[in-house]
Structures are given as structure tokens and as C-alpha cells.
């Protein structure tokens, strides 16, 4: 009963000061779910009435519009394993990630007492849910709550509900889909069709099921409430992806997990301004712990960080470093935004997660990149690509490659030059990107949804996407004129043959 009352007294209030959100995230990677903290963090400060499901709590009690709750598992748990192994086709890859690692953390976060509450009380309305797109089955939260929903992507790659271009799934799987030779784009247009039918018709069904089991038989079709889907919010950034053709309800937003303003650690604070030979700062992301890289691997690294004249600032997550050299210091978690900041950083050397690019390319720290899967090693391979730093290959990496990589780009002026004149280009935008997200967000709340925006290629079948029936008419009118002029040579040659013969023979 009091429940209910102050619960009707927040959705009563929340009609005059702001709109009641519901944010459901699913990602485990901490680097990826910063994003999508700065934009609920906002959105509770403008006023509006937040709830948040995520693996990633603020868990910060000024935040009195913010209730985020910690989901209850983690990576280990639910066996989040890397996806995009080169032996595995896209759709092969997905339909793991999706139906084994997603699903058993979307089925854990659904028989959570707090989720459960939200569910079963029928006074709770929303006005619009926010939602990791890589999960279908979360989409039906917006059937549930009969209100508009909103997609959020820290990868643009992973966007499969809007349809790409063929060659641009070879981009999204193994990097650029500029210059692709013929067999390339074979390759990749044969990918993206297996991939789309395979979602449509044995991804998509299996998730239907999911979905039907939390949201009972009475749900639509779980692939058309995918479809109306209002807006997808992605971060994008012209670096580490290409510019795409793509819909206007498709949102592009860029930097908005920076914080700006972190502070170091006091300890690492002295020790980084004592190194005033130079500090290269080491860290493979969350994804990616520096402890589990094969001992082969590290040893190169610690041999090569050895010769080096630099302070090594290494992301180490255990207490002890085997053979740690006396200039390398270790931390099992640093602010990476404070140590960028730090004007002795010299260099990153980075597995080429999107954050970590962004936040190198706005403190302008000159990168090395040694990527080791999915999307990293695109973006690597675009670090070369600008000019802004080296990509290394960690299979054929030796003591020397990493040494003379890390001088190098330390030493030569053009990568410093080259990412300051990128870290303008990326902040000079009409709007930040978290101020951007927030108008998409409100937009989508003052109307209700954005039908408007909805792209019609979405009703439209593959074949007729791809202009397959168009293309097979047009060459089967060709091919027909041909054959009827074939045919048509075929039974006159005689007879022209007999004319000419006898022209020839008179003019004998
Ligand atoms: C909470 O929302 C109110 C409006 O409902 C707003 O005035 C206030 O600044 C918000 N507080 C915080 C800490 O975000
Ligand atoms: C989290 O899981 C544990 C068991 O693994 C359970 O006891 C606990 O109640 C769960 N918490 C929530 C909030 O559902
Ligand atoms: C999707 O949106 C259209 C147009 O608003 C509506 O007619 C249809 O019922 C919606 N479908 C689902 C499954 O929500
Ligand atoms: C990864 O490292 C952790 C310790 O950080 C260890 O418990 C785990 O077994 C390692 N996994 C692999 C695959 O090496």
C-alpha cells in the first residue's frame, strides 16, 4: 500500500518535472557500460526519474533521481567469451554470443528480485526505455510498458537491426572495406546474406521463445517489435570507423564517456612527475587482462620494456609481475583518463578498445596498438592508417619490434602532430555528444516515439534490398536480346553465307 502510494506519487510528479526512464544494459565490459553511465547520470540530473539495470552501477546517493542497480552477474559467470575468432563465420559468431552468453545473462537478470518487482507491479509506467542493442529479447520491455523504445550501441559494428551495405560487414568483421578486391567483396556480400538469414530466421525465432517466457504468449512478434525500435543512439567516431551510408534514426554520438578532470592517485601522481624521462602507459582494456596473455608474449614484452630508457606505467592485474624490470611500476586499476592527462606520458600502448582511442586521441598520446580480437583489430589497424601511432601483430611480435616501435613513435614528432590535429577535428561538432544524446532522448519523450523516422527498408525483403529481382530482370532481358540475336544469326547464316557465295562466284 505505501509502496503503491509513493509510487503514484513519483509518477504523478514525474509528469511535471520529467519523464519516468528505464535503462537496461547488459554489457559487462566496464569500459563500454562509461558510456552509457554518463548519459543515465545526466539524464537524472535534467530532472527525470531514472531506473537503470546494469552490470555497471554508479551506485553514487546524490544522484536522488538515479536508482541503477547492479545486475547479478559477472563476466566470468555467464562466460562472456570473445566473439569474432577467425575460424568461425559472422553468423556462427553471433548465434554463440548471442543465444549462449547474452542469454544466460539476460535470464539471470530476469529472475532478480528487483527486476522482478518493476515487472510484476502493474502501477509502474515509463515513458520511454533505454536499451543495449546487442539483445533482442530486451526490446519487449517496451511492449510491457506500451511506450517507446531506445537502442544504445558502444559499437556501431554491432547494429544488425539496421541492414549495412555488403561490403561494409567485411569492415565491421576485419577492418576496412576500402579497396576490396572482387573476392573480398564476394566474400563479404556471401557473409552478410548467411548472417541477415540466419538472424531472421534461426536467431530471431529462438529469441522470440526467450522473450515469450518473461512477457507471455500475448506478445507480438518479438523481430517486428525490434523493428520499431524509435532511435539507436551509437558512438561513432571517424578514426576507428569509416563514414556509412545509414538511416536518419540512427544517431551517431561521439565521446561521451570522457569525465574530463580525473585526478591521479597521490602515489602515482609523485611517481609520474619524477619520470621526467618519458612514461609509455600499458593497459589491454577490460576485455583483454595483461594477466592471462600467454607467458611467450609477456616475457617479450618485459624483455623489450627492459632496454628501454622510459618509466613503464603497466595495467597488471595480479599482485606480482614475474621478472618485472626496475622500470616498470604495475597497478591492478588506474585512472586512465588522470594518467593520459599526465604531460610525461609519452605513449599508449593500447589493445585498440574505442574508448581507449578516444580518450589517447583527446589527452593527444601517440599510440601503439596490439590488438588481439574483435573490433581492435580494425581499429589498430587504423591507427596506422592516420598516422597517429604503429599497429604491432601480437602473433609476430618479437623483443625488438615492440622496442623500436615504442621509440619510434616516441621520438618522431609527425604521430604527436598527427593526433592533435585529429583531436581537433573530433571536437569541433555542433553539440557534445552526451548533449546530443540527451535531445534524442527527450525528442523521443515529447513525441511519443519517432514512427517518422522509421526507415521503410525495413519492411523490405533482402532480395528486393540487395535489387536482386531487379538485377535478374535486367540481365534476363539482356540475356534474352542476346539469344534471340544469337539465334537469329544462327538460322540466317546460311542463307547470307548462300548470297555471298553467290555474289562471290559472279564476280569471279
Ligand atoms: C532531481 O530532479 C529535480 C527535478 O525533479 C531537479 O531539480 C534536481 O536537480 C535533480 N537532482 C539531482 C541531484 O540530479
Ligand atoms: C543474486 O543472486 C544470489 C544467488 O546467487 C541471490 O541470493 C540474491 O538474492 C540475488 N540478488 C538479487 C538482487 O536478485
Ligand atoms: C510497430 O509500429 C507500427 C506503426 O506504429 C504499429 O502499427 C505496429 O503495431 C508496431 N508493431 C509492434 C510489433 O509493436
Ligand atoms: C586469467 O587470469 C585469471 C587471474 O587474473 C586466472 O584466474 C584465470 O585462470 C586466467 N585465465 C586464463 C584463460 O588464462
Given at each position: 500500500?505505501?509502496?503503491?502510494?509513493?509510487?503514484?506519487?513519483?509518477?504523478?510528479?514525474?509528469?511535471?518535472?520529467?519523464?519516468?526512464?528505464?535503462?537496461?544494459?547488459?554489457?559487462?565490459?566496464?569500459?563500454?557500460?562509461?558510456?552509457?553511465?554518463?548519459?543515465?547520470?545526466?539524464?537524472?540530473?535534467?530532472?527525470?526519474?531514472?531506473?537503470?539495470?546494469?552490470?555497471?552501477?554508479?551506485?553514487?546517493?546524490?544522484?536522488?533521481?538515479?536508482?541503477?542497480?547492479?545486475?547479478?552477474?559477472?563476466?566470468?559467470?555467464?562466460?562472456?567469451?570473445?566473439?569474432?575468432?577467425?575460424?568461425?563465420?559472422?553468423?556462427?559468431?553471433?548465434?554463440?554470443?548471442?543465444?549462449?552468453?547474452?542469454?544466460?545473462?539476460?535470464?539471470?537478470?530476469?529472475?532478480?528480485?528487483?527486476?522482478?518487482?518493476?515487472?510484476?507491479?502493474?502501477?509502474?509506467?515509463?515513458?520511454?526505455?533505454?536499451?543495449?542493442?546487442?539483445?533482442?529479447?530486451?526490446?519487449?520491455?517496451?511492449?510491457?510498458?506500451?511506450?517507446?523504445?531506445?537502442?544504445?550501441?558502444?559499437?556501431?559494428?554491432?547494429?544488425?537491426?539496421?541492414?549495412?551495405?555488403?561490403?561494409?560487414?567485411?569492415?565491421?568483421?576485419?577492418?576496412?572495406?576500402?579497396?576490396?578486391?572482387?573476392?573480398?567483396?564476394?566474400?563479404?556480400?556471401?557473409?552478410?546474406?548467411?548472417?541477415?538469414?540466419?538472424?531472421?530466421?534461426?536467431?530471431?525465432?529462438?529469441?522470440?521463445?526467450?522473450?515469450?517466457?518473461?512477457?507471455?504468449?500475448?506478445?507480438?512478434?518479438?523481430?517486428?517489435?525490434?523493428?520499431?525500435?524509435?532511435?539507436?543512439?551509437?558512438?561513432?567516431?571517424?578514426?576507428?570507423?569509416?563514414?556509412?551510408?545509414?538511416?536518419?534514426?540512427?544517431?551517431?554520438?561521439?565521446?561521451?564517456?570522457?569525465?574530463?578532470?580525473?585526478?591521479?592517485?597521490?602515489?602515482?601522481?609523485?611517481?609520474?612527475?619524477?619520470?621526467?624521462?618519458?612514461?609509455?602507459?600499458?593497459?589491454?582494456?577490460?576485455?583483454?587482462?595483461?594477466?592471462?596473455?600467454?607467458?611467450?608474449?609477456?616475457?617479450?614484452?618485459?624483455?623489450?620494456?627492459?632496454?628501454?630508457?622510459?618509466?613503464?606505467?603497466?595495467?597488471?592485474?595480479?599482485?606480482?609481475?614475474?621478472?618485472?624490470?626496475?622500470?616498470?611500476?604495475?597497478?591492478?586499476?588506474?585512472?586512465?583518463?588522470?594518467?593520459?592527462?599526465?604531460?610525461?606520458?609519452?605513449?599508449?600502448?593500447?589493445?585498440?578498445?574505442?574508448?581507449?582511442?578516444?580518450?589517447?586521441?583527446?589527452?593527444?598520446?601517440?599510440?601503439?596498438?596490439?590488438?588481439?580480437?574483435?573490433?581492435?583489430?580494425?581499429?589498430?589497424?587504423?591507427?596506422?592508417?592516420?598516422?597517429?601511432?604503429?599497429?604491432?601483430?601480437?602473433?609476430?611480435?618479437?623483443?625488438?619490434?615492440?622496442?623500436?616501435?615504442?621509440?619510434?613513435?616516441?621520438?618522431?614528432?609527425?604521430?604527436?602532430?598527427?593526433?592533435?590535429?585529429?583531436?581537433?577535428?573530433?571536437?569541433?561538432?555542433?553539440?557534445?555528444?552526451?548533449?546530443?544524446?540527451?535531445?534524442?532522448?527527450?525528442?523521443?519523450?515529447?513525441?511519443?516515439?519517432?514512427?517518422?523516422?522509421?526507415?521503410?527498408?525495413?519492411?523490405?525483403?533482402?532480395?528486393?534490398?540487395l535489387l536482386l529481382d531487379v538485377l535478374a530482370f535486367v540481365f534476363g532481358v539482356?540475356?534474352?536480346?542476346?539469344?534471340?540475336?544469337?539465334?537469329?544469326?544462327?538460322?540466317?547464316?546460311?542463307?547470307?553465307?548462300?548470297?555471298?557465295?553467290?555474289?562471290?562466284?559472279?564476280?569471279?
Amino acid at each position: 500500500m505505501f509502496t503503491s502510494v509513493v509510487t503514484l506519487f513519483c509518477t504523478a510528479s514525474s509528469l511535471v518535472s520529467g519523464a519516468n526512464i528505464l535503462g537496461i544494459f547488459s554489457t559487462t565490459a566496464l569500459s563500454e557500460q562509461a558510456m552509457f553511465q554518463m548519459i543515465w547520470k545526466e539524464l537524472s540530473r535534467r530532472g527525470h526519474k531514472v531506473t537503470v539495470i546494469t552490470p555497471g552501477p554508479l551506485l553514487d546517493y546524490s544522484l536522488v533521481n538515479l536508482t541503477d542497480q547492479g545486475a547479478n552477474y559477472s563476466q566470468e559467470d555467464v562466460g562472456f567469451s570473445p566473439i569474432f575468432s577467425s575460424d568461425l563465420l559472422p553468423d556462427q559468431a553471433w548465434k554463440h554470443f548471442l543465444l549462449h552468453s547474452h542469454r544466460k545473462a539476460f535470464e539471470t537478470r530476469m529472475l532478480r528480485s528487483d527486476v522482478r518487482d518493476i515487472f510484476g507491479d502493474d502501477s509502474v509506467q515509463f515513458d520511454v526505455v533505454l536499451a543495449e542493442v546487442t539483445f533482442a529479447p530486451v526490446y519487449a520491455f517496451s511492449y510491457k510498458f506500451n511506450c517507446p523504445i531506445i537502442g544504445l550501441s558502444s559499437s556501431p559494428e554491432m547494429l544488425l537491426s539496421f541492414v549495412v551495405h555488403p561490403i561494409m560487414i567485411r569492415e565491421s568483421f576485419f577492418g576496412s572495406a576500402a579497396n576490396l578486391n572482387f573476392w573480398q567483396r564476394l566474400w563479404s556480400t556471401y557473409a552478410q546474406i548467411r548472417l541477415t538469414l540466419c538472424y531472421d530466421y534461426e536467431i530471431m525465432p529462438e529469441l522470440d521463445r526467450i522473450a515469450r517466457k518473461y512477457f507471455g504468449d500475448d506478445m507480438p512478434y518479438l523481430g517486428d517489435i525490434e523493428k520499431n525500435v524509435s532511435i539507436i543512439l551509437t558512438t561513432h567516431n571517424f578514426i576507428t570507423s569509416k563514414p556509412k551510408p545509414t538511416v536518419p534514426a540512427l544517431i551517431e554520438i561521439g565521446n561521451v564517456h570522457l569525465k574530463k578532470n580525473v585526478k591521479l592517485p597521490q602515489d602515482l601522481q609523485k611517481e609520474l612527475d619524477k619520470a621526467t624521462n618519458g612514461v609509455i602507459y600499458f593497459s589491454l582494456g577490460s576485455n583483454v587482462k595483461s594477466a592471462n596473455i600467454s607467458s611467450q608474449l609477456r616475457n617479450v614484452i618485459i624483455s623489450s620494456f627492459a632496454e628501454l630508457p622510459y618509466t613503464i606505467l603497466w595495467k597488471w592485474e595480479t599482485d606480482h609481475l614475474p621478472g618485472k624490470p626496475d622500470n616498470v611500476i604495475t597497478r591492478k586499476w588506474l585512472p586512465q583518463e588522470a594518467v593520459l592527462a599526465h604531460p610525461n606520458v609519452k605513449a599508449f600502448i593500447t589493445q585498440g578498445g574505442l574508448q581507449s582511442m578516444e580518450e589517447a586521441i583527446y589527452y593527444r598520446k601517440p599510440l601503439i596498438g596490439m590488438p588481439f580480437f574483435a573490433d581492435q583489430m580494425k581499429n589498430v589497424r587504423s591507427i596506422a592508417e592516420h598516422g597517429i601511432g604503429v599497429a604491432l601483430n601480437t602473433d609476430t611480435l618479437t623483443k625488438e619490434k615492440l622496442k623500436s616501435a615504442i621509440l619510434e613513435v616516441v621520438n618522431d614528432k609527425k604521430y604527436k602532430e598527427k593526433i592533435s590535429e585529429l583531436s581537433d577535428l573530433m571536437w569541433d561538432q555542433p553539440m557534445s555528444g552526451l548533449d546530443t544524446a540527451i535531445w534524442w532522448i527527450e525528442y523521443v519523450i515529447r513525441h511519443k516515439g519517432a514512427k517518422h523516422l522509421r526507415s521503410p527498408l525495413l519492411d523490405l525483403p533482402l532480395y528486393q534490398y540487395l535489387l536482386l529481382d531487379v538485377l535478374a530482370f535486367v540481365f534476363g532481358v539482356i540475356a534474352t536480346t542476346l539469344g534471340l540475336l544469337y539465334a537469329a544469326y544462327i538460322y540466317t547464316k546460311p542463307v547470307i553465307q548462300g548470297v555471298v557465295g553467290k555474289n562471290k562466284v559472279k564476280s569471279n
